[in-house]
């Protein structure tokens, strides 16, 4: 029986890249995964290999559906090499790895730094959510992964930083490292409006800091946190229209 749930995953799965395929063919939509290939595709320019620039994200084929997301790390990644931008890339919320992995795909020759618990949420983080409110909220259980699970995922392993603990006291001893790209998809207020005032000060000019969940009802906490940080600092950010309602701030280049 399982073998036949598996057989009709694959095959619905094979047929929405079909469809993908169409749609993007006839409206001139890359798609993320290799799911299109576009007429001129676009080479890595550290591997020099176009088939190696595209994310498997194999049995975790549903997040190839958020074209948007990814597809904006991949666009963002063509800008910070074509302006040659330096610094590290990294993520805060890891759960089980399937962004980093696409961060570590894309920015092959940076380090990539893997904030994470890998137990969940710390609850000093879902008490400060809660003290603003948003008690009411369900929080999903991120327990379920492992350090060897997200580096398993890694296409570039030897790049992988694993930064475990609450962060930002898990940063200590990156204070001099600087950074290009940054993803922050701690869900909650605090390691989000954390992360902000520790990255982007580190941000590269040029780089890029996008941050998920803004749009999110279940985690009200992030957008609050965006708009404080936007605020108080008077920079700008661009809401995207992807499935985990993400936003991205830019430092300007000089």
């Known amino acids: 029986m399982k073998a036949v749930k598996k057989f009709l995953k694959q095959q619905f799965h094979r047929a929405l890249?079909?469809?993908?395929r169409r749609l993007g063919n006839r409206n001139n939509y890359y798609l993320i995964r290799g799911n299109i290939e576009q007429a001129n595709r676009y080479t890595n320019p550290i591997l020099n290999k176009p088939e190696s620039w595209f994310v498997d994200f194999g049995e975790c084929w549903f997040y190839s559906l958020d074209t948007v997301r990814y597809g904006t790390l991949e666009l963002l990644s063509r800008e910070i090499y074509e302006h040659e931008i330096e610094g590290s890339v990294a993520e805060v919320g890891v759960f089980q790895g399937i962004f980093a992995s696409?961060?570590?795909n894309y920015f092959p020759d940076r380090k990539l730094y893997l904030f994470d618990t890998f137990e969940g949420f710390d609850e000093r983080d879902v008490q400060i959510d809660r003290q603003m409110?948003?008690?009411t909220q369900s929080y999903h259980d991120f327990s379920n992964t492992t350090i060897d699970l997200v580096l398993s995922r890694m296409s570039h392993?030897?790049?992988?930083?694993?930064?475990k603990g609450w962060f930002p006291?898990?940063?200590s001893g990156c204070e001099d490292?600087?950074?290009?790209?940054v993803s922050l998809d701690a869900d909650l207020y605090q390691p989000i409006y954390a992360g902000l005032?520790?990255?982007?000060?580190?941000?590269?000019?040029?780089?890029?800091?996008?941050?998920n969940?803004?749009?999110?009802?279940?985690?009200p906490g992030a957008k609050k946190a965006v708009r404080e940080f936007a605020k108080n600092n008077s920079i700008s950010y661009i809401a995207l229209p992807d499935m985990g309602g993400s936003v991205v701030i830019g430092k300007p280049l000089l």
């Open 197 to 211: 005032c520790w990255f982007y000060p580190k941000l590269a000019h040029g780089g890029y800091i996008m941050v």
């Open 133 to 135: 409110g948003y008690g």
């Open 102 to 104: 696409a961060i570590n």
């Open 177 to 181: 490292e600087k950074f290009c790209f």
């Open 157 to 163: 392993q030897e790049k992988a930083i694993v930064k």
């Open 169 to 171: 006291e898990s940063a």
């Open 213 to 219: 969940d803004y749009n999110i009802d279940n985690y």
């Open 17 to 20: 890249l079909k469809v993908f």
